[in-house]
């Protein structure tokens, strides 16, 4: 469940030199994407709509967070992590993976989805609910395959995209295509890099 505020990003400089770039490195691997849809400036802007779809992403899928997250989530709601995660014996469910916490869930949906749909810990939410419905890929456009740059490498890439001037691998922004939100006003350019950064920064940089 995520809120996007617009801002500008580099004002001035617009993306549509590399918009081809873009949409080519798509056709290679927007079949193995099925459930996503390449979001461009000018396609239709998110807005969450809760009532519509009955908080599905709030229902539908499991959390994880990180340590990092979870210490946000203590500081920003004053909870324990006992009082927040799932448990098994009394304690944290550790999973072997970057983000090994779950988030607790109960009645088939989160445990802090309220009663009018809205997330009662706004402020403190894993960054899986910050990103959503939105999702970052890069996509080596000489392979056709999708990659995981180095951090230094995928942050060059963003950067010389942003200004216009794309590299390889080239990093798209995508939708899932199961919320319903993306029924806004065409998305301007400068708000489609603002929504590009925020969305690389959250999955790849943390916090
Ligand atoms: S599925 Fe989309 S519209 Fe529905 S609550 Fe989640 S983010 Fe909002
Ligand atoms: S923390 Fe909030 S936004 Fe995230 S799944 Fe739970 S209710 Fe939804």
Not at 48 to 77: I, K
Not at 108 to 130: D, I, M, S
Request: a negative charge.
């Amino acid at each position: 469940m995520r809120r996007i505020v617009s801002t500008h990003y580099h004002p001035g400089v617009t993306v549509d030199a590399a918009l081809d770039r873009i949409v080519a490195a798509w056709d290679h691997v927007r079949e193995r994407f099925g459930a996503y849809s390449l979001v461009l400036p000018g396609t239709p802007s998110f807005i969450c709509q809760p009532n519509l779809c009955t908080a599905h992403c709030c229902n539908a899928f499991s959390v994880n967070l990180g340590e990092a997250e979870a210490a946000r989530m203590t500081r920003e709601t004053g909870m324990a992590l006992v009082q927040f995660l799932e448990l098994e014996d009394g304690d944290p469910i550790t999973l072997p993976l970057a983000q090994p916490f779950l988030l607790a869930r109960e009645g088939g949906h989160c445990r802090f989805l309220g009663p009018e749909l809205g997330c009662t810990v706004y402020t403190g939410r894993p960054n899986a609910c910050r990103l959503y419905p939105h999702f970052v890929v890069f996509v080596d456009d000489a392979t056709g395959k999708v990659t995981t740059p180095p951090p230094g490498d995928a942050r060059r890439a963003l950067d010389a995209l942003l200004a216009g001037q794309p590299l390889s691998p080239v990093p798209l922004l995508l939708g899932h295509a199961e919320c319903p939100g993306f029924t806004g006003d065409p998305l301007p350019g400068a708000s489609w890099r603002t929504l590009l950064e925020v969305t690389y920064q959250l999955q790849y940089e943390g916090l």
